[in-house]
């Protein structure tokens, strides 16, 4: 794919988000760059397993080397339910477009998932929903494509 570069970890990174800049990517730490972003936004691909669905912004944390949302509006949202439907897509953050599949996050992770959202967001009022019933039950653990 042009403008791809493989990097450590397996992720692979659509180089639009660097200016194109092949050597800027790869130098990277991409986890880092979107651990560090508030600005995730989450694509999973459409019914037909081709085209990517509308961005929708939603926050997100990195939890032992792994990548975590949750659907604010719990296992209902719509992005959630395409999402584990079609199992993969891509997200935009911290600079970068990543090709990703998306999981259902073991449930024995909760109390480390809320704890990290509740350290990186601790200053907002949405965070209460957030580390919620409905919302753990909707984590997903984001995986870049191999």
């Known amino acids: 794919m042009p403008g791809t570069v493989n990097l450590p970890l397996g992720w692979k990174v659509n180089c639009r988000g660097c200016g194109g800049d092949r050597a800027a990517c790869a ?11 508030d600005d995730l936004h989450i694509a999973p691909f459409r019914a037909d397993s081709t085209t990517y669905g509308t961005p929708t912004w939603i926050w997100s944390v990195v939890v032992g080397g792994n990548l975590y949302v949750r659907a604010y509006n719990g296992a209902g949202s719509r992005w959630h339910q395409v999402a584990m439907a079609q199992g993969a897509g891509r997200i935009i953050a911290g600079g970068h477009t990543v090709e990703v599949t998306f999981t259902a996050a073991d449930a024995s992770l909760t109390g480390a998932v809320d704890a990290a959202y509740r350290s990186k967001y601790a200053d907002s009022q949405y ?5 919620s019933p409905r919302t753990q039950a909707a984590t997903v653990v984001i995986h870049p494509q191999a």
């Open 127 to 131: 965070l209460p929903p957030m580390v």
């Open 27 to 37: 130098s990277g730490d991409v986890l880092a760059d979107i651990a560090g972003s």
